[in-house]
């Protein structure tokens, strides 16, 4: 492989726990915030032990007609066990935007290594 872009892998997030899926809105006013959603494992839990977890979830915006997506957060799950403590890997955040695009998210998992999705949106007024 030449490019980090082939070691990502998707899949139908209705049947593989891998694939973040992301909740949003299909359409938005422009300026006006609005709810994102990304969880990996929404239909198929995925596991959350010491083995076998998810690291972190990305999520980038990528305007029309841009070549530079802005990254909008990182998500690092950090306990997987630990004191009885877990993290789930599901994140939720408050977006605007001006322009229509894509929101596209990353995942790691730390056997089977990166995902990603993304889902249009459209920005009207």
Not at 8 to 29: G, L, R, S, Y
Request: proline letters at 3%; aromatic letters at 8%.
């Amino acid at each position: 492989m030449s490019k980090i872009t082939e070691l990502f892998q998707t899949a139908d997030w209705k049947n593989e726990k891998h694939v973040p899926v992301i909740t949003a809105p299909e359409k938005v006013k422009k300026d006006e915030e609005f709810q994102v959603d990304v969880a990996v494992g929404k239909e198929i839990a995925h596991p959350n032990t010491m083995e076998h977890h998810i690291v972190w979830i990305k999520l980038y915006y990528l305007a029309k007609d841009s070549k530079q997506a802005v990254e909008l957060g990182e998500y690092r799950f950090a306990a997987h066990g630990e004191g009885d403590a877990f993290t789930e890997p599901k994140i939720s955040t408050s977006v605007k935007l001006n322009t229509c695009g894509k929101l596209i998210s990353t995942s790691y998992c730390n056997i089977h290594g990166l995902w990603t999705s993304e889902v249009d949106v459209q920005v009207e007024g």
